[in-house]
């Protein structure tokens, strides 16, 4: 969510817009962030925490630094507070990442020596503006994942930087292709594997036995069914060279129907068509 509205270069002031919650006050900030590299907005996915840079502002009290926070007021949204204080306090100006929203943190003012909630959002810095509201007391400070976190004054923003990192930690894992070594494979997920990337390579159809396989009596009958291979066959006339023109004719009006044999059975009658050529060449 960018930053619609007008901007005002006067900080807001007061309480009397105050919101709380069971006497608790509301404070709403963000963790701004850029990249390292071009400095511009970029997709987070595939980045690692080291690749990004995080603005710390000082203390206008102290010079201690932290993350820019500050009242949310009953005028506006959640997100809108977040935008609104990080411009007044830093001079930045980005997205408010809402559904990467942090969480919200219960602490002790002590200056105040109350009770506060703070609301935490990551911020994708697109413009960083050379003035803005309290310039003349903050300065701004970028620094590495571990730096900021080391130099940060409050725990409880020290923590929302952490689920800042586990979130983006978790966007990278998740973006990852997942890969499969080949040979862990079983050979079902080989053989669909290959057959999407080769059409060429596919399983041998199968036939139904029952139904197709040409059995060893189915043979011999359509073998006398031909009466001069079944002469050939069963008598003991001399064989001579023109009966194994004829059987061989036999034979390929017996296979014009591939499918009609298994493999076994083709096999089976070669065997027995060699044995008979043999003869017949004798």
Not at 17 to 32: A, E, K, L, S, T
Not at 130 to 140: A, G, H, I, L, M
Not at 206 to 224: H, M, P, Q, Y
Not at 253 to 260: G, I, L, Q, R, Y
Request: negative net charge; glycine residues 4%; contains cysteine.
């Amino acid at each position: 969510m960018a930053m619609t509205k007008t901007l005002s270069m006067i900080s807001r002031t007061g309480r009397d817009m105050q919101r709380y919650n069971d006497g608790c006050r509301q404070v709403v900030g963000c963790i701004p962030y850029r990249y390292r590299k071009t400095n511009q907005s970029c997709t987070v996915k595939g980045t690692q925490i080291d690749d990004l840079e995080f603005l710390l502002i000082s203390s206008q009290k102290s010079p201690r630094w932290m993350f820019p926070k500050g009242g949310w007021e009953t005028d506006e949204a959640l997100e809108d507070a977040a935008l609104r204080e990080t411009f007044e306090e830093s001079g930045v100006i980005g997205d408010v990442e809402v559904q990467e929203f942090l969480g919200t943190w219960s602490f002790k003012s002590k200056s105040q020596g109350t009770f506060h909630e703070g609301h935490m959002f990551p911020l994708l810095v697109t413009e960083e503006l050379d003035d803005w509201p309290e310039k003349t007391v903050r300065k701004r400070l970028w620094l590495k994942f571990s730096e900021a976190r080391e130099v940060c004054w409050h725990s409880w923003m020290k923590e929302a930087l952490d689920v800042f990192a586990s979130k983006l930690k978790k966007i990278t894992k998740d973006d990852e292709p997942q890969t499969c070594p080949f040979d862990e494979l079983s050979y079902e997920q080989t053989v669909a594997a290959v057959s999407n990337s080769n059409t060429m390579f596919f399983e041998e159809p199968r036939i139904n036995i029952e139904a197709n396989d040409l059995t060893c009596e189915e043979l011999r009958i359509s073998l006398v069914a031909k009466p001069s291979l079944g002469k050939l066959l069963f008598n003991e006339e001399p064989r001579r060279k023109p009966f194994f023109n004829e059987i061989s004719n036999v034979a390929n009006s017996m296979f014009s129907e591939e499918a009609t044999m298994t493999t076994k059975t083709k096999k089976m009658f070669n065997e027995k068509l060699g044995s008979i050529s043999i003869a017949a060449f004798s």
